[in-house]
């Protein structure tokens, strides 16, 4: 997992994310993982916040879909 806080899954955080690829985590109002991604961090977002994937987020800009892949990998929590 990523050692960010989290911010609230809303209109205004997703407009903070850049658009460019990166590998995101999705948590509960409690703050416990409960999804997590890659690909293109503000349209994932929309999408996250438009099904009620999670209540809060936090996530790591990366320079390739290659590398929020490996990101990801990193933080794999099994």
Excluded at 6 to 30: M, N, V
Excluded at 37 to 49: F, T, W
Aim: proline letters at 4%; hydrophobic letters at 30%.
């Amino acid at each position: 997992m990523l050692r960010k806080r989290w911010e609230p899954l809303e209109k205004r955080t997703i407009g903070s994310a850049p658009e460019a690829y990166g590998y995101y985590e999705l948590g509960d109002e409690d703050g416990d993982l409960v999804g997590r991604g890659v690909g293109v961090l503000r349209d994932e977002l929309k999408e996250a916040l438009a099904y009620g994937d999670g209540e809060q987020v936090r996530w790591e800009r990366a320079t390739s879909l290659e590398h929020a892949e490996r990101i990801a990998a990193e933080h794999d929590p099994t």
